[in-house]
């Protein structure tokens, strides 16, 4: 079993959908909480961070961290199209050197 | 402008060959990582550097070499001991380890694809 579960989709939704994107983990230990972006051919860049448990909301992204199902969230509101890319999820903590462990990433794409 | 700069962006080798990978950065960062990308798969971690002349092996060092003369460079050797090389490999590069600083900002160059004909 995999430390962290990411459906890869593709998940392809119209323009103006919420998206949800999520990822579950097995180690309880995981303490940071991390979403990032990837487009086609390039480097991910990072688009969320969240500390333990809690929600975090930036513009039309939100996180959403629950420790007690080991389980984290990204919500898109008023997808665009400039949002389909690959979504990775990485969680790390002081038990590994916070050294991040990723996702698989999760395929998206929003149809104008 | 600050970034990272990987070079070169495709990368052809015939078996039993070496190649190296090239990783600048000029955002002054201390903390320089190589990941291997495969479809379906995270990013998996080979080789990370804290400090000039020192670095830890990641998840899936074998096969692979690193070195860390410079604070802005972090080259990549992938050996002909690598069983199977071709990946989209990715260079990043943090102020610290990630979670040190409370940030876990990880920044990531444009990577480098290599393929084993």
């Known amino acids: 079993q995999k430390e962290v579960e990411q459906d890869p989709g593709p998940l392809s939704v119209p323009e103006g959908a919420i998206v949800s994107l999520n990822c579950t983990y097995s180690?309880?230990?995981?303490?940071?909480f991390m979403w990032y972006r990837q487009y086609s051919r390039k480097g991910p860049e990072l688009l969320m961070y969240t500390y333990s448990s809690g929600n975090k909301e930036d513009g039309r992204f939100t996180a959403q961290v629950d420790k007690s199902s080991k389980y984290i969230s990204l919500f898109i509101r008023d997808s665009q199209p400039s949002d389909s890319a690959t979504y990775l999820c990485?969680?790390?903590?002081?038990?590994?050197?916070?050294?991040?462990?990723f996702g698989a990433g999760t395929i998206l794409r929003v149809k104008s | 402008d600050g970034g990272i700069t990987q070079s070169p962006k495709y990368l052809f080798r015939k078996e039993g060959q070496n190649v190296t990978l090239s990783c600048e950065q000029n955002?002054?960062?201390?903390?320089m990582y190589w990941y291997r990308q495969d479809p379906g798969q995270g990013l998996r971690l080979i080789y990370y550097s804290q400090i000039v002349n020192d670095f830890q092996k990641g998840d899936i060092a074998e096969g692979y070499s690193v070195s860390r003369e410079k604070k802005e460079s972090f080259p990549l050797t992938v050996t002909s001991a690598q069983k199977n090389p071709t990946a989209f490999y990715l260079c990043?590069?943090?102020?610290?380890?990630?979670?040190?600083?409370?940030?876990?900002?990880?920044?990531f160059g444009e990577g480098s694809r290599l393929t084993v004909l």
């Open positions: 990043a590069s943090s102020i610290g380890i990630a979670g040190v600083l409370g940030t876990g900002e990880l920044f």
């Open positions: 955002l002054n960062h201390d903390a």
């Open positions: 180690n309880s230990a995981f303490q940071y």
């Open positions: 990485a969680m790390s903590s002081s038990e590994y050197g916070n050294k991040l462990v």
